[in-house]
């Protein structure tokens, strides 16, 4: 186990060595520099800016100082907010997200979970064709329509909750709960499918066989095998909305990650852009390890090598 | 009480989209104590469908038995209710599938599946079901049982996870045992050792069973006596001597011909021309008429009735009516040139 890990976290390295470096020439083919929108500027004080970043230097010098300073663990500072470091500014931007983000995913798999298994035992009855409608109109409709809807119908018409802003648990709910629709839909819809497979298995005809009753069959046989393929899908779509998502958070004004990272793009902020890809790269790497892991942890049939078996 | 299971007029449908299929037609069987029975019949005979209406694990939505009883002990198992019959299935009855591919979860224990069905019928502690377990796995041959019982199924060959499906099925000593095919899905050589440990477990424990099987091989070796179905309807049945040794009817007098034997080695094996009759609409007369070579007009109208051979031997055939032409079985069908 130790070995497997170890070894993964090797190859998660050389992962992110490689993002790292293909996002760095990636942005310097980003037309525009950081300065340029800035239109009182002389060429001589953008001169000096440029020279002050390192921005005059050949391409390939300014990707070794950047690799050099990254070991070091220095991430820069951005070029838009008075030289704030990066690192400082995605640990204050981080959290928002993140609540949101586990939030919405533990919201979403529950409902997903409830709606998937109903919809499997009662196949082909109504409570089955709801619960199909409510996993195609979830995926298909952008999360932005629901929010728009909760804040109206909601926020300003009930006035039960906050429209929008970040202050107390409060203004949690209708965030989280327009974010975790594409979940539900998600994970209802997975977890149908793999009931219904793991129901028509042989082996829960011999769990039946065996006298155990409908409870215990479907709990502790059919259950836990069709959680197992939805686990992998869980961690990805967990890691996205974690990391933070634009245009929720624009809507509801959540001081988040996803609202600085595309405002970084958009003005060249170049050291921004790339610490939130490694902080993004970094997550998703982590959480699939995870995900790998617990994989073999419910299924003893891919338990990692120098496991038992 | 000599019989321990009692069906009588069994009729068992499925409802699909294309209308009712009438899979199991008026099945009469009867299973005596301790013995072995085999229903002997070919893909969609009906005889995995009987099977599995005696369990009652047919498909609750979409599938129905239209008429008759089955008798356990003298209960109607039909009757009774869901829970009722859990605390039957797996203690009183139990049974074998066909695939131990597939017939395992893979995710458990063989030891926890084991334990399973006896923590729930004989209410065990953990230690005396996990005690219970091992004594299982030694007794149908499982080397090492202390270690292999926390083992996934996964760990096991095919021929072990076949032990293990016996050994669950086993677990609570139950009066009757139905084995689905339990060795089609074996290599040949390890089907032998199945066959020998069924035989020698029957022996020890005294369990009755049935078993289902298309191989005529399987049930020589396993059976007293056997059921031929067809179509839905048991065309024959007798001791295995008689109906091997004495067939009356031609459906099996097409299923021994289609067996390869020993001194055959050089002759094409024969076949039984065309395919079962379509159970959405089932024939009026003998199922079997359309393929018969003997066929007369009689048995395309009306469905024959059962003649007594012997008192063990009964046959659904108008050849064995006084009125009919006399007919010898064809040479092939002869096992072993008896009689």
Not at chain 1, 226 to 241: C, F, M, R, S
Request: some cysteine.
């Amino acid at each position: 186990m130790a070995r497997f890990v170890l070894k993964r976290l090797l190859y998660m390295l050389i992962t992110l060595f490689i993002i790292t470096s293909f996002t760095f020439f990636l942005m310097k083919l980003l037309p525009g520099s950081p300065f340029n929108n800035e239109e009182k500027l002389t060429d001589q004080q953008k001169f000096i800016l440029n020279e002050k970043y390192g921005l005059n230097d050949p391409v390939p010098v300014q990707y070794f100082n950047y690799m050099g300073n990254l070991v070091k663990g220095d991430m820069g500072v951005s070029f838009q907010y008075d030289n704030r470091p990066v690192s400082t500014m995605i640990a204050e931007r981080i959290g928002p997200s993140a609540v949101l983000g586990v939030e919405a995913t533990i919201i979403g798999t529950i409902i997903g979970l409830i709606l998937g298994i109903a919809a499997a035992l009662k196949h082909n009855t109504s409570i089955d064709y709801l619960s199909s409608l409510i996993a195609v109109l979830g995926i298909s409709i952008p999360s932005f329509v629901f929010a728009g809807v909760l804040q109206y119908y909601v926020g300003v018409k009930l006035e039960w909750l906050p429209v929008a802003l970040w202050d107390g648990p409060k203004y949690h709910v209708l965030p989280a709960l327009s974010l975790s629709v594409f979940v539900i839909a998600t994970v209802a819809r997975f977890m149908r499918t793999e009931m219904l497979e793991v129901l028509g298995q042989d082996y829960i005809t011999t769990a039946k066989s065996k006298g155990l009753s409908n409870l215990v069959v479907i709990w502790k046989h059919t259950i836990r095998n069709a959680l197992i393929p939805v686990v992998t899908i869980l961690g990805p779509l967990a890691i996205n909305l974690i990391t933070g998502t634009l245009i929720i958070e624009k809507i509801f004004a959540v001081p988040g990650l996803g609202f600085q990272f595309v405002s970084s793009i958009t003005l060249n902020d170049y050291p921004v852009i790339m610490a939130t890809t490694i902080f993004y790269s970094v997550c998703f790497i982590i959480v699939i390890l995870i995900v790998d892991i617990l994989y073999g942890v419910i299924d003893p049939r891919i338990r990692v090598a120098g496991g038992k078996g | 009480m000599k019989n321990i299971l009692e069906l009588n007029n069994v009729n068992v449908s499925f409802h699909t989209f294309a209308g009712e299929v009438k899979a199991v037609r008026g099945v009469n069987l009867h299973l005596e104590k301790g013995e072995s029975l085999a229903i002997v019949g070919e893909s969609g005979s009906g005889k995995s469908v009987t099977s599995k209406s005696i369990m009652r694990l047919l498909p609750e939505k979409t599938s129905e038995i239209k008429e008759g009883e089955i008798l356990f002990e003298g209960r109607d198992l039909t009757k009774l209710s869901n829970r009722e019959m859990e605390k039957i299935r797996g203690s009183e009855i139990s049974m074998i599938f066909q695939d131990p591919m597939t017939s395992l979860n893979p995710t458990m224990t063989v030891g926890k599946q084991i334990m399973e069905g006896l923590r729930k019928h004989q209410n065990l502690s953990k230690n005396e079901a996990k005690e219970r377990a091992i004594n299982l796995l030694k007794l149908v041959g499982i080397p090492n049982p202390e270690l292999r019982i926390n083992e996934y199924p996964h760990q096991f060959s095919g021929g072990m996870r076949q032990r293990v499906v016996i050994a669950i099925a086993l677990a609570c000593n139950p009066k009757v045992l139905i084995a689905d095919e339990p060795t089609t899905a074996l290599d040949v050589t390890i089907q032998a050792q199945i066959l020998d440990l069924m035989r020698d477990l029957q022996q020890k424990t005294g369990t009755a069973i049935i078993l289902i099987t298309h191989d005529l091989g399987v049930v020589a070796n396993l059976s007293q006596r056997v059921a031929v179905m067809y179509g839905g309807t048991i065309v024959e049945t007798g001791t295995t001597d008689e109906v091997f040794y004495n067939p009356k009817h031609p459906y099996t007098w097409g299923l021994l011909s289609s067996m390869p034997k020993l001194n055959s080695a050089d002759k094409e094996l024969m076949a039984i021309p065309g395919t079962p009759p379509n159970l959405l609409n089932p024939p009026k007369g003998c199922p079997f008429a359309a393929r018969c070579p003997y066929a007369m007009q009689v048995c395309v109208d009306n469905m024959p009735d059962v003649t007594d051979v012997t008192s063990t031997h009964k046959t659904a055939c108008w050849l064995l009516d006084e009125r009919a032409p006399q007919v010898e079985p064809p040479e092939a069908a002869l096992v072993g040139g008896a009689r």
